[in-house]
């Protein structure tokens, strides 16, 4: 088989540490540096720095690159709109793609309501908004998130995410009225319940328990929550716990928003994970492969909520942008078109498939394996007993990957889980040598 890597320096090569240095004089150090190579092209699920090396990425620019890297459509009709128009601020001249981009996602989006959406420029803001959103129609302001949870690092996203380093940590105070109560998390249970025969949602009653000691859910707003979480490390909610966030929403007039920002559009094989479970969520938060990299954030929501709103509360400049618009109709044709759902189901098989052999073969280092379709994680461990987080190794993981030519990044409170964000076009021979190179990186940092 030929090899899809092409490694012809040391990692970093030379140019790189050129680079790298030039960042260091240039740009701030508080900004995540976590693989010491700069990109030049990518295509497909292949990425080349600038010494010419060719990498496998199973990191997709965390997420963003469903459809592949440089996808012929996005680049034609990113290409085409910017040769057209490339901003006339949609709140003062409108343009068409922001309005068919909103007819297709209200389409899209699970559940019988009438749908309305509005585009920011990323995640946080699609979060942001959607709570403004949520407080404007129910006249509350309470809003309760989730243990594990990531919904980005403007002031109230940060609030809502629920990790101290590297997210929150020096940057208080935090917004108010925000609450927080523990996730589903089987491999380490919340309630400290066994739950190796499948979560029976022992931490749902802390979630009512809160209700009574900690906040009134007649002054929730919202209750937002990743259907996987994502930086969180992988973490499926239970389908029977999100048709309970459902009924308890329903019970005391909350607003259900799914953050499907990393789940969405084929992620986890269906165009958004809470299609699972089968819940119409009220407000849907989008970004990432939407617009496959170009800054687009949306909110997609019932038509009742996203109207309540008065007329000019929600805007920005650039958001839903004429380049971000096309390149997302671009992703939506691609999806249709090339079948990306069937090819993310037969994906995630594959991956599963993959993690759960090397598993079998490094019972003691890959303590949990876990997903939903090609949204699927490893968790990287001490020992199987213990269950210990093992960040350096993990860290050992990674290094020893790159060095033979495949991108991976790491999630969850302990960054010690290995996710998998590869493009969904990623071809078969690509996938079994990005698991090579991921069992020799392991066999090596193990040994
Ligand atoms: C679930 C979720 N929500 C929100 C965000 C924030 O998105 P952005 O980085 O575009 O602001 C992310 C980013 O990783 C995310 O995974």
């Given at each position: 088989?030929?090899?899809?890597t092409?490694?012809k320096?040391e ?20 900004l ?32 963003c ?42 389409e ?5 309501s ?61 917004a108010?009225?925000?609450?927080r ?8 249970c ?9 979560c ?7 979630l ?28 499926p ?106 090819r ?16 079998a ?25 213990s ?5 350096a190794?993990m ?42 190179i ?10």
């Amino acid at each position: 088989m030929l090899g899809s890597t092409r490694i012809k320096t040391e990692i970093p090569g030379p140019r790189s540490r050129e680079l790298m240095e030039r960042r260091k004089g240039a740009v701030s150090a508080a900004l995540a540096a976590p693989l010491p190579i700069f990109a030049s092209e990518a295509k497909g699920a292949l990425l080349t720095d600038v010494d010419g090396n060719t990498f496998i990425d199973f990191t997709g620019g965390i997420g963003c690159i469903n459809v592949g890297h440089a996808d012929p459509r996005v680049v034609e009709r990113v290409r085409a709109q910017a040769e057209r128009m490339t901003h006339t601020c949609f709140g003062v001249v409108p343009y068409e793609p922001y309005v068919e981009l909103a007819e297709k996602l209200n389409e899209l989006v699970p559940g019988s309501s009438e749908k309305r959406s509005a585009f920011f420029n990323s995640g946080a803001e699609a979060v942001e908004n959607a709570v403004k959103i949520s407080r404007s129609y129910t006249g509350r302001n309470g809003v309760l998130a989730f243990e594990n949870a990531f919904h980005g690092r403007t002031l109230l996203a940060m609030t809502l995410t629920s990790k101290i380093d590297p997210y929150k940590k020096n940057f208080g105070p935090f917004a108010p009225e925000v609450y927080r109560v523990p996730a589903p998390y089987p491999y380490r249970c919340p309630a400290q319940k066994d739950c190796s025969n499948g979560c029976r949602g022992n931490c749902l009653d802390l979630l009512t328990r809160g209700f009574v000691g900690t906040f009134d859910p007649e002054n929730l707003a919202a209750i937002i929550v990743e259907p996987v979480s994502g930086e969180g490390g992988f973490i499926p909610f239970p389908d029977f716990y999100l048709r309970k966030l459902r009924e308890l929403c329903d019970e005391y007039g909350i607003v259900l928003i799914a953050d499907e920002v990393q789940t969405g559009f084929g992620r986890t094989g269906k165009m958004f994970a809470i299609e699972h479970a089968g819940v119409e969520p009220d407000i849907v938060t989008t970004a990432k492969s939407m617009a496959s990299g170009l800054p687009l954030g949306g909110v997609t929501g019932k038509k009742e909520i996203m109207d309540a709103v008065h007329q000019g509360g929600l805007g920005t400049t650039y958001g839903g942008n004429p380049l971000a618009c096309a390149a997302s109709l671009a992703v939506l044709e691609t999806f249709e078109k090339e079948d990306l759902l069937g090819r993310a189901e037969r994906l995630g098989e594959r991956v599963q498939g993959a993690m759960r052999d090397l598993q079998a073969k490094y019972p003691d280092t890959l303590g949990d394996v876990r997903g939903i379709g090609p949204m699927a994680a490893m968790e990287v461990v001490t020992d199987r007993e213990s269950r210990e987080p093992d960040k350096a190794l993990m860290a050992r993981i990674v290094e020893n990957a790159l060095g033979e030519g495949l991108l991976l990044i790491t999630a969850g409170q302990f960054s010690n889980v290995i996710r998998t964000l590869m493009p969904l076009v990623i071809e078969d021979d690509e996938l079994d040598e990005g698991f090579a190179i991921l069992d020799r990186a392991i066999a090596a940092a193990t040994s």
